[in-house]
């Protein structure tokens, strides 16, 4: 009788997963029905950013819309401080990931409104179609004539008549939805357009006021580090600085404005810049009676220089005397009792 033999049992297995890579990182990916984030490897994998602004970036992408993602509350969150949480929030916003932007509510209270972005390169890439689509003006379309062997794909009205109803030279506007967005000028409205207006670059060439006062906003925080701005405020505030240019003050008023008198704790420094830059605003001087059609007065001539004489206190110097027979300095100096007087309608010298 044969004997039958058992076979062996699998040998259970040692937690270490079989593979063809031969080295690096194995995947084990299970199925999450919720609560999960699609992150893009351009920021997973950005080789620009450090560990912490990338782990930062995706925490952020995470959270629900109108969570606080301020550095005091990353930093009860993370066990980083807040000097790293900061700079890793600045390193997010170079790189085009975060954008902190002040806003005022309807209230009047001023708020810092964060926006994460999931693909910049994307979002930028839209943003710029937009605006050319929105810049370039649209081409009214050319009328062609239809085949004469084809249908019209519409019912054409009949002409009108010249004694009556619209003249033959103007061409009716097309009727648009109440929805439908206007974008371009159609060809009855470029005829009466207004011309362009001059960019803000053309403004800013136009009188140097605009640069100065950029600069004279990025300089405040030499003055007080309470006031440092940044580049986004800096060009907000600057048309209202250039009113107070243009109203004739000069840069040591506008700074003695903005500095006298700071409160000890400033904490929106762009908006208290802003309320000082309206409020305490000078009018323009109003300008002189007849200024621009009289003509300058003529400058007084000056007198003319007394004539060269010799001193008659010894000396024999000459110099310029107011009198005949005055004397030197040096000789009035050494004998002040002994200097003639000068005469009474003649000043004397100093």
């Not at 975060?98 to 001023?110: A, T």
């Not at 600069?215 to 600085?241: C, F, Q, Y």
């Not at 305490?280 to 002189?288: F, G, I, M, V």
């Given at each position: 009788?044969a004997?039958?033999?058992?076979?062996?049992?699998?040998?259970?297995?040692?937690?270490?997963?079989?593979?063809?890579?031969?080295?690096?990182?194995?995947?084990?990916?299970?199925?999450?029905?919720d609560?999960?984030?699609i992150?893009?490897?351009?920021?997973?994998q950005?080789?620009?950013?450090?560990?912490?602004?990338?782990?930062?970036?995706?925490?952020?992408?995470?959270?629900?819309?109108?969570?606080?993602?301020?550095?005091?509350?990353?930093?009860?969150?993370?066990?980083?401080?807040?000097?790293?949480?900061?700079?890793?929030?600045?390193?997010l916003?170079?790189?085009?990931?975060?954008?902190?932007?002040?806003?005022?509510?309807?209230?009047?209270?001023?708020?810092?409104?964060?926006?994460?972005f999931?693909?910049?390169?994307?979002?930028?890439?839209?943003?710029?179609?937009?605006?050319?689509t929105?810049?370039a003006?649209?081409?009214?379309?050319?009328?062609?004539?239809?085949?004469?062997?084809?249908?019209?794909?519409?019912?054409?009205?009949?002409?009108?008549?010249?004694?009556?109803?619209?003249?033959?030279?103007?061409?009716?506007?097309?009727?648009?939805a109440p929805?439908?967005?206007?974008?371009?000028?159609?060809?009855?409205?470029?005829?009466?357009?207004?011309?362009?207006?001059?960019?803000?670059?053309?403004?800013?060439?136009?009188?140097?006021?605009?640069?100065?006062?950029?600069?004279?906003?990025?300089?405040?925080?030499?003055?007080?580090?309470?006031?440092?701005?940044?580049?986004?405020?800096?060009?907000?505030?600057?048309?209202?600085?250039?009113?107070?240019?243009?109203?004739?003050?000069?840069?040591?008023?506008?700074?003695?404005?903005?500095?006298?008198?700071?409160?000890?704790?400033?904490?929106?420094?762009?908006?208290?810049?802003?309320?000082r830059?309206?409020?305490?605003?000078?009018?323009?001087?109003?300008?002189?009676p007849g200024?621009?059609?009289?003509?300058?007065?003529?400058s007084?001539?000056?007198?003319?220089?007394?004539?060269?004489?010799?001193?008659?206190?010894?000396?024999?110097r000459?110099?310029?005397?107011?009198?005949?027979?005055?004397?030197?300095?040096?000789?009035?100096?050494?004998?002040?009792?002994?200097?003639?007087?000068?005469?009474?309608?003649v000043?004397?010298?100093?």
């Open positions: 009788m004997v039958t033999k058992l076979i062996d049992a699998l040998r259970p297995s040692q937690g270490v997963r079989r593979n063809a890579t031969h080295s690096g990182v194995s995947h084990v990916r299970e199925y999450q029905p609560r999960y984030t992150v893009g490897n351009h920021l997973a950005h080789r620009g950013l450090s560990a912490t602004a990338i782990g930062i970036a995706v925490h952020i992408l995470s959270l629900p819309e109108g969570a606080r993602v301020d550095i005091r509350s990353l930093a009860e969150w993370f066990p980083e401080g807040r000097a790293r949480i900061a700079c890793a929030l600045r390193e916003e170079a790189r085009g990931y975060v954008e902190r932007v002040r806003e005022r509510l309807p209230s009047g209270q001023m708020v810092t409104r964060t926006y994460a999931h693909a910049p390169a994307l979002t930028r890439a839209r943003r710029e179609g937009e605006q050319e929105a810049v003006p649209v081409a009214p379309p050319m009328k062609a004539a239809p085949p004469p062997n084809r249908a019209a794909p519409y019912p054409t009205a009949p002409d009108l008549p010249a004694s009556g109803g619209l003249p033959c030279d103007v061409v009716p506007e097309p009727v648009m929805d439908a967005v206007h974008v371009g000028t159609s060809a009855t409205e470029t005829e009466t357009a207004e011309p362009p207006k001059p960019s803000r670059d053309e403004h800013r060439d136009k009188d140097g006021h605009h640069d100065k006062a950029e600069a004279l906003l990025a300089g405040l925080r030499r003055t007080d580090i309470r006031l440092t701005l940044s580049g986004r405020e800096v060009r907000r505030l600057a048309p209202l600085v250039v009113a107070w240019f243009e109203n004739g003050l000069g840069r040591a008023s506008v700074i003695h404005a903005l500095t006298d008198g700071l409160p000890l704790h400033v904490r929106h420094p762009a908006g208290f810049l802003r309320n830059l309206l409020d305490l605003l000078p009018p323009a001087l109003p300008s002189l200024a621009g059609e009289a003509e300058p007065l003529p007084r001539p000056l007198p003319p220089p007394p004539a060269m004489a010799t001193c008659e206190g010894g000396c024999d000459g110099f310029r005397a107011p009198f005949r027979g005055a004397w030197c300095r040096d000789c009035r100096t050494a004998r002040p009792g002994e200097a003639p007087a000068a005469p009474v309608d000043p004397a010298l100093v």
